[in-house]
C-alpha cells in the first residue's frame, strides 16, 4: 500500500514580520518576588489557645449535608487546610476564621454552578466542621542571614539584582516562545499544505492515548476529565483531531525549511539529544534506544533538525 504523505508549497519564510516585544521587569514584579520568596525562610508554630486566621494551616474533620442527608465525597478525617488556599469551594474558609481547636463550626455554603460534579452545582450544603488543631506560619523579614539561607546571594541588594535578573530571563524566554509560534503560524497560514486525513486521525489517537495514559497515572478518569472540562466526547475528539492536524502542519513547515537550507546534525549532537532524554526518563541511552526503536531514534533527529529551521526563521523575522 502506498504511503501516505503529506503535500506542501512553502511560503517565504525569510523576513517574516512579527510583532516587537520589550522586556520591562517593574519595581512591582521585583517586590512581589521578593517577599514571595520570603516564604521559603518561614516556619510554623502550633496555636494551641489561639483563633484561626487567614494563612493559618487548620487540621479539621469534616462531614458535608444536602438536605440534611450526608453526601459522597463529602467528608474527611484529619484534613489540613490553609485558610485563604481556596482548597475548598468558595466561603467555606472565610467561616473557620476565629475558630478554636476543639470548636465545632457548622459552615454553610452553595456549591458554585458550575461545580465539576454535576449533581452537587448550585446546592446548598452544610458542612459540620471540628477544628482539631491550628498552626502560624512566621515569616521572617528579607534580611542578610535569610538571604543567604534561600539564595546564592549573600545581602539583600544582592537578592534585588538576582531577583530582577530571573524575571527578565523568564519575560526574555517567553517572548522568544510567543514569536517562534507567531513566525511559525504565519509560514503554516501562507503555505499550502495538504495533509492525509490517516495521518491526522493517527495522530489525533496518539495525543488521546498520552493523555489517557497521564489520566491512568494520577488516578483519573476520561469521564471525570470531560466533566470536569463541560466538554462532550464529540467536542473532545475534534479539539484533538484539530491540535493533531496543526502539530502536524507546523512539523511539515519545518522539515521542508530545514531541507530547503540543508540542515543536518552529527551524530554526536544526536547522542547528546537521547541522553538528555533518557535521563529524564531515568534511562540509559541503550535503554532509550531499544524502547524507542530505529523510528524513534529518526524521530529524534527530525526534532533537532526542526528546531534548527525553527531558530532561523526566528532569527530571520522583522519585528514592527
Do not use: W
Not at 520570603?38 to 469534616?62: C, H, L, N, W
Not at 485563604?84 to 476565629?98: A, D, K, R, W
Amino acid at each position: 500500500m502506498e504511503e501516505k504523505t503529506i503535500q506542501i508549497t512553502l511560503a517565504p519564510y525569510k523576513g517574516v514580520q512579527v510583532q516587537k516585544r520589550e522586556v520591562t521587569v517593574t519595581e512591582q514584579e521585583i517586590l512581589s518576588e521578593m517577599n514571595r520568596a520570603r516564604g521559603y525562610a518561614s516556619r510554623t508554630v502550633d496555636k494551641p489557645d489561639g483563633s484561626a486566621e487567614m494563612g493559618d494551616q487548620v487540621v479539621i474533620d469534616f462531614i458535608g449535608y444536602i438536605d440534611d442527608e450526608p453526601f459522597e465525597g463529602g467528608d474527611g478525617t484529619d484534613y489540613p487546610i490553609v485558610l485563604g488556599s481556596n482548597t475548598f469551594i468558595p466561603g467555606f474558609e472565610e467561616q473557620l476564621v476565629g475558630a478554636k481547636a476543639g470548636d465545632c463550626v457548622d459552615v454553610r455554603v452553595p456549591f458554585p454552578e458550575n461545580y465539576h460534579a454535576k449533581e452537587y452545582a448550585g446546592c446548598d450544603a452544610v458542612f459540620k466542621v471540628t477544628v482539631k488543631s491550628l498552626r502560624a506560619t512566621i515569616v521572617p523579614e528579607l534580611t542578610d542571614e535569610v538571604v543567604s539561607r534561600i539564595s546564592p546571594c549573600k545581602t539583600v541588594e544582592e537578592f534585588r539584582t538576582y531577583v530582577e535578573n530571573q524575571i527578565r530571563s523568564h519575560k526574555s524566554d517567553q517572548f522568544l516562545q510567543e514569536k517562534e509560534n507567531e513566525v511559525l503560524e504565519h509560514i503554516v497560514e501562507q503555505s499550502e499544505i495538504e495533509v492525509p486525513e490517516e495521518l491526522v486521525q493517527e495522530r489525533a489517537d496518539v495525543l488521546k492515548n498520552n493523555l489517557l495514559a497521564q489520566l491512568r497515572n494520577s488516578g483519573n478518569t476520561l469521564e471525570a476529565y470531560l466533566d470536569y472540562n463541560n466538554l462532550t466526547q464529540e467536542m473532545f475528539d475534534a479539539y484533538a483531531r484539530n491540535d493533531a492536524l496543526n502539530m502536524l502542519k507546523g512539523q511539515a513547515v519545518l522539515a521542508e525549511i530545514a531541507k530547503a537550507e540543508s540542515f543536518g546534525y552529527t551524530q554526536e549532537e544526536l547522542m547528546q539529544e537521547l541522553f538528555t532524554m533518557a535521563r529524564s526518563y531515568q534511562m540509559t541511552v541503550d535503554d532509550l534506544r531499544e524502547k524507542i526503536g530505529e523510528k524513534g531514534v529518526e524521530m529524534v533527529g527530525n526534532d533537532i533538525l526542526h528546531k534548527q529551521a525553527l531558530d532561523f526563521i526566528t532569527r530571520h523575522s522583522v519585528e514592527v
